[in-house]
């Protein structure tokens, strides 16, 4: 069974800062790996997706990720970070042939707080 | 291109009760999943509905159930509510395969 570890449950960065979020998985063949973010009381919004190809995906809003196959990593980052990025972001792998987009793992997110 | 909408928003039941959420799905999208998302939790994937048949289910007791209709929009229930049952539900749509999938805003249940 496949499953996400975001070890950093919350991480604070000032504004202007880089940041990174770890995201590990475990998952038997390729894998679909997604990140949303979800301000609060909402829902998700995708913010990129890896499926094949180029390992470095560029997303909205500036973000990036970077499917590491051997670190079985898909760690997301972002070079500036804005006030309004605060939010609780999660990775997610998607399972099987059909379906792989919509039969998410997630991982138990973490909680971004940006201070001014 | 309407997207992915979920009725009703807020909803507070009793323990015992029954109760139906509903999504709409996002144009040309023939596949729905539904989530459930516990307070400080991720989401977990219930099941999954492709041209009105199941396609999957998480671990879930028989008790939630769904159904997908020929408009794709589709419905959760869910009998005698317990109250861990308390939590945002969440709807994605998406054409199938390998694409990705689009939310809506949720439906959060309050079960007392």
């Known amino acids: 069974a496949q499953s996400v570890t975001q070890p950093d449950i919350h991480i604070t960065v000032s504004e202007g800062a880089s940041l990174e979020l770890r995201c590990n998985y475990s998952y038997g063949a390729t894998p679909y790996l997604f990140w949303y973010v979800q301000s609060p009381g909402q829902g998700l919004q995708l913010l990129l997706k890896y499926f094949s190809g180029d390992t470095l995906v560029q997303g909205i809003k500036g973000f990036e990720a970077e499917f590491k196959r051997s670190q079985s990593s898909f760690n997301l980052r972002k070079p500036s970070v804005h006030w309004s990025d605060a939010a609780e972001y999660f990775c997610a792998v998607g399972a099987g042939i059909t379906g792989g987009g919509n039969k998410l793992t997630f991982g138990t997110g973490t909680q971004l707080k940006v201070e001014l | 291109e309407t997207g992915v909408t979920q009725s009703p928003t807020h909803l507070i039941k009793t323990r015992g009760q029954q109760v139906t959420l509903r999504c709409s799905s996002q144009?040309?999208?023939?596949?729905v999943s539904w989530y459930q998302q516990a307070l400080g939790q991720g989401p977990q994937f219930i099941f999954q509905y492709y041209r009105e048949e199941e396609n999957g289910r998480g671990n879930f007791p028989p008790r939630f159930s769904g159904l997908q209709f020929p408009n794709y929009s589709s419905e959760l229930n869910v009998n005698a509510l317990e109250l861990d049952d308390s939590a945002l539900y969440l709807c994605?749509?998406?054409?199938?395969?390998?694409?990705?999938?689009?939310f809506g805003q949720g439906t959060r249940l309050t079960v007392v």
């Open positions: 994605a749509s998406s054409g199938g395969g390998g694409t990705e999938a689009f």
């Open positions: 144009s040309g999208h023939n596949t």
